[in-house]
C-alpha cells in the first residue's frame, strides 16, 4: 500500500487525518514542519506528500520550491484554510497536485488521494479521470487549468473575475463554480448590466422602498438582496455605470446594502463572480473603470480562451453537441463525413462555443439520413475556410462520385483492386480518390 507523508503543525489535524488515512491502509509518516519533512524526504521514498500550507518557519510554498529545485517529484496535496486563495494559486503553479480547504472533507480527501498516487504511477489514462465539472467539455491544457482554478475558488468565498470572448462559456463557467460551493443550495441570481435600461440597474440591484421615487408604487428587494446566501453574478460588468460601480464598490466592502429611499442598512452574505469580455484593464487605464473596484472583483482570474486556440477540444464538443441535439429533436445520433470535421476543425470560430452549437444543432435538424455532410453547414463556414470557392462547381460531381466508390467499395467488401475494376479505373487512381475523400483508413493515409 502507499506511503505518504502528512505534515501539519497542527497536532489535533495531524492526528485525526493520520487515523483516517491508517485505516484505509495506508502508512503514514508524519512531521511537524517543513524541515522535519525534508528530513525524512532525504531519506526515505513517498508515494504522496499532504502538506500544510501553514507551517512554523518554512511554509508549504517553500517546501514545494525546495522539491522542485531538488528535481524530486512527488504527488502533493496542499491543505489550506479559507483566505489563502492565492497562495493556492500559486501552489498549483509550483506543481502541487491538488488543493483542499480545511477542515477536510474525508471522502473527498481519499478520492483525492487516490488520484493523485494513481496518476504519478501512470495508471490513470487521460480518458479516466473524471472531469470535475462534466457540463463543461474540454481536454485541451488551456482547459484544465480553468479546471484547477474552478476547483480550487469553488469552496471558497473569493470573488471571481471570469474574461473570455463572447460564447466562450462564462456564464456556464460561473453556474458550475456556484453548484460545486457550498452555496448551492442558496440562489445564483444573474444580473446582466447590458439589458437592464441604466435608469432601472440600481433599484434592480440594490431595490427601493416605496415611494422612492416617481413610480415606485412598492417596496422592492434588490437582487443582491435576493441572492443572499448565494452568489450573484453580474455579466458583463464593464458596462456598470460610474455611479453604480461605486454602489457596488461600497457594498463589496462594507457587505451591507441600502435599498434606495431607505437609510437602513441591511447585511447581505453574497459572493460575486463578474464575468466581461471587454479589455478590463484597459477601462481602468483609460479611466471607465474604477481601480479598486476592479480589484475587488479580480481576486481570482479566469480567463476563457477562445476556441480557436483550443481545436483539440473540437471533436469532442462536436460530439457532445450532436448527441445532445439529437435527444432533443429525437433523431438517431448523426454520423459526420470526414471532411466535415476537417472543416469545422479550420474554421476559425468568431462567436465560439455558441456558434460552434448553433452549427451543430442546425446539422442535426437538416440531415435527414443520419449523415452530416458539407451541405449541411452554413454557407459562412463553408466560405470562410475556402470551402465553397474550391468545391462550388464541383460540388454535385464529387457527391456523386464519391457515393460511387462507396457503392463499389461495399460491394467488394472494401477490396480496392476489385472495386476499381468495377469502377473502371487503375487502384492507384482509386486510392488517390479515396483519400481525397476520406475513405482511407487512418493507418493507410501517408
Ligand atoms: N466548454 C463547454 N462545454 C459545453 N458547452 C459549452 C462550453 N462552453 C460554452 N458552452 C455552451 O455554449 C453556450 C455559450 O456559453 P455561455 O453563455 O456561457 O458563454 P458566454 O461566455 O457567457 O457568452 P457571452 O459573452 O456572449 O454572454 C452555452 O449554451 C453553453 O452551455
Ligand atoms: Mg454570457
Known sequence: MAKILYIDDEISALKAISAILKKEGYTVLTATSAEEGIEILKNSSVDCLLLDYRLPKMDGIDLLKWLRQSEISIPTIMLTAYGTIEKAVEAMKLGAHHYLVKPVDTQLL???LKEAIEKSKG???IEDIKSPFPEIIGKSKAMQEVFYI???????NANVLITGESGTGKELVARAIHNNSLRKSKPFVIVDCTTIPENLLESELFGHEKGAFTGAS???TGLIEIANEGTVFLDEIGELPMFLQKKLLRFLQEKEIQRIGSTQRIKVDVRVISATNRDLEKAVQEGSFREDLYWRLNVVRINLPPLRERKEDIPLLVNHFLNKFSKENNKPIPQLEP?????????????????LANVMERAVVLSPSGLISIKHLPRRIQEKTGWVAKNESSLNLLELEKSLIIKALNTTGWNQTKAAEILGISRKQLRTKMKHHGLLPKSEDE
Open 110 to 112: 481519499l478520492n483525492v
Open 123 to 125: 495508471n490513470q489514462k
Open 150 to 156: 474552478m476547483q480550487m475558488v469553488a469552496e471558497s
Open 218 to 220: 412598492e417596496r422592492k
Open 339 to 355: 471532411e466535415v470535421m476537417e472543416l469545422l476543425l479550420s474554421y476559425d470560430w468568431p462567436g465560439n462555443i455558441r456558434e
